[in-house]
């Protein structure tokens, strides 16, 4: 076929000579690789062609991921406005191939696009002339000042007069028409960042943080917020195979660039362009750093191989995203690019922290992602002995399983040699985990607000706080935290899973569940996360629906020990086995001594089962200071104790210590009117609860009805009893109002059960 030929598809004009697509609206420009599988599917118009015929025909003798024909012809219908599920181009013919369903001729006379001639007899006059002459000189200044200046002069002039010593590095913008190319513009991004943070002396703000200003930002309030004096963007620009980056930094004191370049190169040249902005802009700053030997940087930089760094950059981008789907993803990319250059150490440290994340994200055991990543650590150190990310990465994998002391000395030492080269938020994070298991929770709140320090504004971050708060008992500070995540990144893939952890069931959470279960369906076909399926059995099974609980218990395997036991507890609260309930939290705490969740939960089974003595001293290991009930204030009462609070005050009662219980509970009821909790529909119904044991039952019932009215609902993650089971609100099970409002929750139950259903497209059965 004849590069020069252009045909005519729809509306469309396709130009293989320029990489085009154009219609009289728009142009559309794609890579190399997807134009030559439009062109074979031109040149079979209507033809049902397979997969292997476009591999064979396009990347014939390349070793290529299987979905990279998919991420092609998705470029293509982008191009094109195309849509797969009613296409008007290209059909997709399931487990086979594509087929060109759209009328298609070659263009026998291509009309080029001419340039309009410019009339210069008509501007020749003196006047116009010397103006044209003026503005010419203008612009050559400008040009000069901003790029040869910058450029001719030498790294030291520039640097004495950018004088910067905080930087943070924004996202690079994609401008390629096909918006396609993210993961190299991340990559670039990320190289220069891992670049200057070698300078010892200049403060780098993490990705995480620089990369929430993505887009439309303004510079001196990410310089406020950041805490820095300059701003380093840039955005990236393919043509075919061509790539031009243009790179700026400015003041976020006025917005003011200080200097700027563009380069230009091609894709085959991709890593080595890389590596050639990431210096030079280190040079511009810090003319004057000097790399350790054996620092990463001081060794020449070893020639990667286009198409492995591609797949790389590809790996990078899809770890990230800490997903099953994206996490086997990048296994694939990872071990294409290693295939290509097996002694890319970075590709090894990839590999290995997907695979050490597909314990965490997946259903991986412990032994087998250790097993996996250690080699490949273990080669990237052979290759790169002091690469900060290798040894950080090291620590974390050793922290999945610590049954030795040789193996927590060996993780430590991973991770302090690593702070020692590179003051990174990932690492401490890492680090913190291990801590924590250590039972160092002092050093544990240390690490992360360090790593909170330098990454500012990462919602990866704040999750992890959020999760650790509510591991140490303070619920409140746990969905506060939490909740400042979500700002950050409302759509985080997993949130509406995760979010199960720290905030309770409501009506609307519960059908989100539903919703995001039916979009991610392929991730329930055999539960490729334990994770995600216990947390949708368990919200569903709250509600009563367990046809919807059944079908995704049925395609889980091996379930964790923590997930059987919350199932044990539901089946016991139902048959009302309170002393087999009390005898999982008993075992639970014994494994668990100083787990401060745990022991709450075990005071609450000691409560329900009238084991009121026990109770009052797991509470009061929980808060020794509530020995002397006289000293506790309003004041000693917070949104992370109320609830254990009004647990204490009711134990007492039943203790005969009323005269002291009933101070407790009217401070607690106080400090609920004072709004300062962030769950308020919690704080609503725990407000019933301290009414009714107060015995002020028309109080209780009123605030009762708001919580159910605010969308209340019983959480099996959380209590293991219905509301018609509450003991806290037993004085008012005989009331009349509170059976009414019984029956009406349950009502809302039913129609709950059917909603999620319908999501679901279950047909129930007539008893759930």
């Not at 060109?100 to 020749?124: C, E, H």
């Not at 544990?444 to 999760?467: E, G, M």
Request: with cysteine; net charge positive.
């Amino acid at each position: 076929m004849e590069h020069s030929q252009q045909y005519q598809l729809g509306s469309w004009i396709i130009c293989p000579q320029t990489n085009t697509i154009t219609n009289k609206a728009d142009t559309h420009s794609i890579d190399n690789k997807s134009m030559q599988v439009l062109l074979f599917l031109i040149h079979h118009s209507g033809e049902h062609v397979t997969k292997g015929q476009v591999f064979e025909h396009v990347w014939k003798d390349s070793f290529v991921a299987d979905d990279i024909l998919s991420v092609a012809v998705s470029k293509i219908r982008k191009a094109l406005g195309d849509n797969a599920r009613s296409p008007t181009f290209i059909k997709t013919l399931p487990g086979v191939g594509y087929t060109l369903i759209a009328t298609v001729k070659k263009i026998d006379n291509p009309k080029l696009g001419r340039s309009k001639r410019i009339d210069f007899s008509s501007i020749y006059k003196p006047s116009i002339y010397i103006g044209i002459i003026t503005l010419l000189l203008i612009a050559t200044f400008l040009v000069m000042y901003f790029i040869d200046t910058n450029e001719g002069s030498s790294s030291n002039q520039v640097a004495s007069q950018l004088k910067i010593n905080s930087i943070a590095v924004l996202p690079f913008v994609d401008l390629s028409s096909t918006q396609d190319n993210q993961h190299f513009s991340d990559g670039l991004s990320d190289a220069i960042i891992n670049q200057l943070s070698q300078i010892k002396q200049l403060k780098v703000i993490s990705r995480y943080s620089s990369f929430t200003y993505r887009g439309k930002y303004n510079a001196t309030e990410i310089g406020q917020a950041l805490q820095v004096d300059t701003l380093l963007d840039g955005s990236v620009q393919k043509m075919g195979e061509q790539v031009r980056i243009n790179v700026r930094i400015f003041s976020t004191k006025n917005g003011q660039q200080l200097w700027s370049k563009t380069f230009d190169s091609n894709t085959q040249n991709s890593f080595k362009l890389q590596d050639d902005i990431s210096a030079t802009i280190q040079e511009i700053i810090q003319p004057d750093y000097a790399p350790r030997d054996g620092s990463p940087s001081s060794k020449p930089t070893k020639k990667i191989n286009a198409q492995a760094y591609e797949w790389y950059l590809m790996g990078q981008y899809h770890w990230r995203q800490r997903n099953p789907i994206s996490l086997i993803k990048a296994v694939t990319y990872f071990k294409q690019c290693l295939e290509l250059e097996p002694d890319y150490a970075d590709a090894h440290v990839g590999l290995a922290i997907t695979y050490a994340y597909l314990h965490h994200f997946a259903n991986w055991s412990e032994r087998k992602a250790i097993d996996k990543a250690l080699p490949h650590i273990e080669k990237a150190l052979a290759l790169k002995p002091n690469s900060p990310t290798a040894l950080a990465a090291k620590g974390m994998i050793l922290t999945l399983n610590l049954g030795d002391s040789t193996l927590v000395q060996q993780a430590q030492q991973a991770f302090l040699r690593s702070l020692e080269l590179d003051d990174n938020a990932t690492t401490h994070r890492w680090y913190s985990s291990l801590l924590n298991k250590l039972g160092k929770h002092s050093q544990v709140i240390q690490h992360l607000n360090q790593a909170i320090v330098l990454n500012p504004l990462s919602a990866s971050l704040k999750r992890s706080l959020s999760s650790y708060l509510r591991s140490i008992g303070k619920p409140d500070s746990a969905q506060r935290m939490y909740q400042r995540a979500l700002i950050l990144e409302p759509d985080h893939f997993s949130h509406v899973i995760e979010s199960t952890h720290v905030f309770r069931h409501t009506q609307k959470s519960i059908i989100a569940l539903a919703v995001w279960q039916s979009a991610n369906a392929e991730l329930f076909t055999s539960c490729s996360s334990d994770e995600y399926c216990e947390q949708v059995v368990l919200a569903y099974l709250s509600i009563g629906a367990n046809k919807a609980a059944n079908s995704v218990l049925a395609k889980m395997g091996a379930k964790h020990r923590h997930f059987l036991n919350s199932l044990d507890l539901i089946d016991f609260a139902l048959k009302g086995e309170a002393q087999k309930i009390l005898s999982i939290k008993e075992r639970l705490s014994l494994r668990r001594p100083n787990n401060r969740r745990v022991l709450f939960d075990l005071a609450v089974a000691q409560f329900r089962a009238e084991k009121f003595r026990p109770a009052k001293i797991t509470l009061l290991k929980l808060y020794p200071e509530w020995r002397n009930l006289t000293s506790i204030r309003l004041s000693d009462i917070t949104a992370d104790n109320y609830m254990a609070q009004v647990l204490y005050a009711v134990t007492l009662s039943n203790l005969d210590e009323k005269p002291l219980a009933e101070i407790l509970l009217h401070n607690l009821q106080a400090f609920l009117k004072q709004d300062r909790v962030f769950d308020k529909i919690q704080a609503e119904f725990t407000l019933a609860e301290i009414n009714a044991q107060l015995d002020n039952r028309p109080q209780a019932l009123h605030h009762l009805a708001m919580a159910l009215e605010m969308g209340w609902l019983e959480s099996n993650n959380r209590e293991w009893w219905s509301l018609q089971n509450n003991h806290l609100l037993r004085p008012l099970y005989e009331e009349p109002e509170f059976k009414l409002l019984l029956k009406q929750h349950q009502e809302k139950l039913n129609k709950l059960r059917e909603r999620v259903n319908s999501k679901l497209s279950i047909i129930p059965s007539s008893i759930e």
